[in-house]
């Protein structure tokens, strides 16, 4: 195991910014916390890193301690390569010096050839003599990637990468990252407040909410099968409907009978929530169930519907662009619930 | 849109651009005038003078100038920079309060200092007494009207804005710099000397630069220790030797040291302008030091501010207090009316050339403003001392030219013309000098004033007048406030222009300081100097407001 967190905490006085976080990462995974502005994500990346100490708990890597409330590990002899959110580059360094930087172990012409070798990878070989303030912010977000990666670290650590580029460029860096980090088998974790970029590199995220981690999963996994309601709520998009537990795995509702996961100590007649995704919600013609559509976003591809149902709920349907209708209309639609989650009731 | 064509376009509510540009040609006369007097004069030596100088009088001062400069830029670059490394960067006790209170020194002209210090631990002062009290001699302590003494002096009175310049340099960059070479491998202190000091290099460098201006252009902390540099023998050859050539042929070789740390300053800003980061939201945690380290820190930052300016304020309040009953007669208030009626003229015509040439940038924003601009305001680099001789020296030529033209029209009975010895020759002078420091506020503050926030309001039926008055003037307020409280400070200070050039009897807090301090009458010179200082501290706290966002 290259990375584990055992009930890592850190306090700043009263406020908890992590609390009990556990997790672990394999060599050559890549790993992502993932969670609003303010849930403890970052500072524990600086656990991790060393720069904060642990006020409960271990953080281990590849076997060795790093970090316990009487222990620390100073951050330079971690093997633990970072991308910070402003990059961080040395503004009096070429770019081939940045990335040398790292390597003073090595003998000198070692040390430019481990560096040239790395700026290919991340495509800027022809940059190596510019300054950084003459490099494009996403090419300076790829030094900074080089950098951090020269050294061979056990682990690099990325502190929101993208957060500082435009939308276009930062979809295109994620699936570069990536590739980079996969080539060199590198294990990495990744902090960030953006799904899309979570899904896009890792593969597998944790969210976090108020210093405590929520779900350790596939982005797969997160999306269909969420732990917890805050998880439902803040990966992708979806409404709760009221249900009504009638046998195992099985709820009543008014869009019929369905299928999900169930709690061992609930009966028939508990009342619950159940998560529907706009692309469980499919818009059929021919069904006999109506809804009104009271909302509409045209997004290309498909819009998204918002209906209500006869009760007044309201779900939310993804249906082909073709499928023009106005707002006010009644449309059919149909429920194909492969990976509905039930809640209990709050 | 119909109102479009009926309302002005914008840009063009400020008319008379021809007006304007003819305003900001005679406004670089006051600064470039003087610098082309020297330079003539550097070409055209006279055999004799020359000989005279060469011999009697630039090996001591080019020896003395070259000393002075490099110990206070050595000694006064590291205090700054290890001031700013230690609150920058560490924690320790009382950390918050020396943060800013390092800044205080500024408020003291360093001719003050001077004589402070001199007053406090010449033979005669109270410190010296004491030793000899107590120890029966003080014949070891080191004399203090020395070259080092006068290098530890002005080190004391100028290692703020090397404080202020790396400061800010480690605040924006320092501790995530660190944190970046700890992942890279280095410990603390490796990354230290390998990171976090050759980023800041720029702004230190930039810092010392400033230094070295300064100390090239002091005229009265010199003075009180008798060290002669360039200052003080433009000044003699000018009064002692009235030998005008001499002080023209000296100020000629001493711009030639300043154009050199000139240039170092310009480059080395130009150097921190591509090398600053992004603004960082959130600082890197600061190093806690052990607890002997911690101990250090403490009586290091503590003895550099009591040293710098608590002692100095202690011992100028307690001899103000026991002259005060003698002194604080008709003529002390003279000194203070003089100095403050010069420092608001000063304050008036700068911010008011000031706004004017900011407009005229803000509407012909070419290369071509942009030059005549910085020549306008290029005095700032220029000696004091410099300055005034290479302003008279012209005014007499013309007075004498006038007088000329008056003698053979009207004859014996031509009125004697004195022009030099004019008001106007002194706020020439003060404007040459001080422009730069009421220029780049409002220039600062007028690039706030967007050309879209224009539009926005013509857009809105706000045109001409009305423009200027609902949103350039509230806009502009505060850089205003900022430019003439800065030149009313600096021309309350202010020593060698005011000397040189003002009309007889026209004696200020600062020409009093200098007269008494020439005396060796240190307690009489602490009255107006308790005044400058106080007006000194508002600059200082201003600039620790500023200091205390950004921390």
């Not at chain 1, 995704?277 to 509409?296: G, K, N, T, Y």
């Not at chain 2, 992942?183 to 070295?212: F, N, S």
């Not at chain 2, 007499?396 to 009125?415: H, T, Y």
Request: charged content about 15%; aromatic content about 10%; some cysteine.
């Amino acid at each position: 195991m290259w990375l584990e967190l055992r009930d890592v905490a850190r306090f700043f006085g009263v406020r908890k910014a992590v609390d009990g976080l556990s997790f672990r990462l394999a060599e050559g995974s890549i790993g992502c916390l993932l969670g609003p502005s303010g849930c403890g994500k970052t500072t524990a990346l600086r656990c991790i890193a060393g720069f904060e100490p642990v006020d409960r708990g271990e953080i281990q890597a590849h076997g060795r301690v790093l970090s316990t409330p009487d222990f620390l590990a100073p951050p330079e002899s971690r093997r633990i390569g970072m991308v910070f959110q402003d990059y961080a580059l040395f503004p009096h360094l070429t770019v081939l010096q940045n990335v040398a930087f790292g390597l003073h172990r090595l003998p000198q012409s070692a040390r430019i050839k481990r560096a040239e070798d790395i700026l290919a990878t991340v495509g800027l070989a022809e940059h190596r003599s510019h300054y950084p303030h003459q490099l494009s912010g996403g090419q300076q977000q790829r030094v900074a990637l080089a950098r951090a990666l020269a050294p061979e670290p056990e682990l690099v650590l990325l502190d929101e990468p993208f957060s500082s580029l435009d939308v276009e460029l930062r979809e295109r860096l994620g699936t570069e990252v990536r590739a980079v980090l996969k080539s060199l088998n590198a294990t990495a974790l990744l902090v960030t407040h953006d799904q899309q970029e979570a899904f896009a590199v890792a593969d597998l995220v944790g969210v976090m909410s108020n210093g405590r981690l929520e779900q350790w999963d596939s982005p797969y996994e997160l999306y269909h099968r969420p732990a917890s309601r805050f998880v439902a709520d803040f990966i992708g998009q979806g409404v709760f409907i009221a249900g009504e537990v009638v046998g195992a795995g099985t709820f009543q509702t008014e869009l019929g009978l369905m299928h999900a996961n169930g709690r061992a100590d609930w009966t028939n007649g508990s009342q619950v929530d159940l998560l529907l995704r706009p692309d469980d919600v499919i818009h059929d013609d021919a069904s006999q169930l109506q809804a009104e559509v009271c909302q509409r976003a045209f997004r290309g591809a498909d819009f998204l519907y918002t209906l209500k149902l006869p009760s007044g709920a309201r779900v939310l349907s993804l249906v082909p662009s073709h499928h023009d209708h106005a707002v006010g209309e009644r449309i059919g639609i149909r429920i194909e619930p492969d990976h509905v989650v039930a809640f209990e009731r709050r | 849109m119909s109102s479009s064509s009926e309302s002005p376009p914008p840009r063009q509510f400020w008319r008379g651009s021809r007006l304007g540009a003819t305003f900001t040609l005679l406004l670089c006369l006051p600064a470039l005038v003087p610098l082309v007097v020297i330079v003539s004069a550097a070409f055209s030596p006279e055999a004799e003078v020359w000989a005279h100088l060469a011999q009697y009088v630039l090996p001591e001062v080019v020896a003395n100038t070259v000393k002075l400069v490099i110990g206070v830029a050595l000694i006064g670059g590291t205090l700054g920079t290890g001031l700013a490394w230690l609150t920058a960067m560490c924690e320790f006790p009382g950390r918050r309060f020396f943060d800013w209170a390092l800044l205080l020194p500024l408020a003291i002209p360093a001719y003050v200092l001077a004589f402070v210090a001199v007053g406090f631990l010449d033979y005669a002062g109270p410190l010296q007494s004491w030793l000899r009290d107590v120890f029966g001699s003080s014949s070891w302590f080191p004399r203090i009207r020395s070259t080092g003494g006068t290098i530890f002096v002005l080190s004391l009175a100028f290692y703020p804005y090397v404080y202020l310049m790396a400061r800010s340099a480690f605040l924006t960059q320092g501790g995530r710099a660190l944190e970046a070479a700890q992942t890279l491998g280095y410990d603390r202190r490796a990354a230290a000397w390998r990171v976090a000091i050759p980023m800041a290099r720029p702004w230190i460098v930039a810092g010392i630069a400033l230094i070295v201006m300064e100390t090239l252009a002091d005229f009265g902390a010199v003075s009180v220790f008798n060290y002669n540099t360039f200052t003080t023998a433009i000044y003699r050859a000018w009064f002692g030797m009235f030998s005008v050539s001499a002080a023209l042929e000296l100020a000629g070789v001493l711009m030639l040291f300043v154009l050199l740390a000139f240039m170092l300053e310009r480059r080395s800003r130009t150097a921190a302008h591509f090398s600053s980061s992004r603004d960082l939201s959130r600082e890197a945690p600061r190093m806690q030091l052990g607890p002997l380290a911690r101990y250090s820190a403490v009586c290091m930052v503590g003895l550099v501010f009591v040293l710098a300016f608590a002692l100095p304020i202690v011992q100028l309040l307690f001899w103000a207090f026991t002259r005060a009953m003698s002194d604080l007669d008709a003529r002390y208030f003279g000194f203070v009316a003089r100095s403050l009626f010069l420092a608001v003229s000063a304050a008036v015509v700068i911010v008011a050339a000031s706004v004017l040439l900011a407009y005229v940038l803000r509407r012909r924003p070419t290369m071509l403003t942009r030059s005549v601009i910085r020549i306008a305001t290029i005095g700032y680099a220029v000696p004091g001392t410099v300055l005034a001789v290479g302003i008279l020296v012209p005014v007499i030529l013309l007075n004498n030219f006038l007088q000329d033209l008056l003698r053979s029209w009207l004859g014996a009975s031509a009125p004697v013309l004195l022009l030099q010895g004019t008001l106007l020759t002194v706020l020439i002078a003060y404007l040459a000098r001080f422009l730069a420091v009421g220029f780049n506020p409002i220039e600062s503050g007028l690039q706030r004033v967007t050309h879209s926030i224009d539009e926005a309001a013509i857009g809105l039926g706000v045109v001409g007048g009305a423009l200027l008055r609902k949103v350039h003037v509230p806009l502009l307020r505060t850089s205003l406030a900022t430019a003439a409280t800065l030149v009313f400070v600096d021309v309350m200070k202010e020593m060698p222009i005011t000397l040189i050039t003002r009309p007889f009897g026209w004696d200020t807090l600062a020409v009093r300081v200098f007269e008494m301090t020439s005396e060796g009458e240190w307690e009489r010179a602490a009255l107006p100097a308790v005044a400058i200082v106080l007006v000194g501290l508002v600059p200082a706290a201003m600039l620790t407001r500023r200091g205390a966002h950004v921390a």
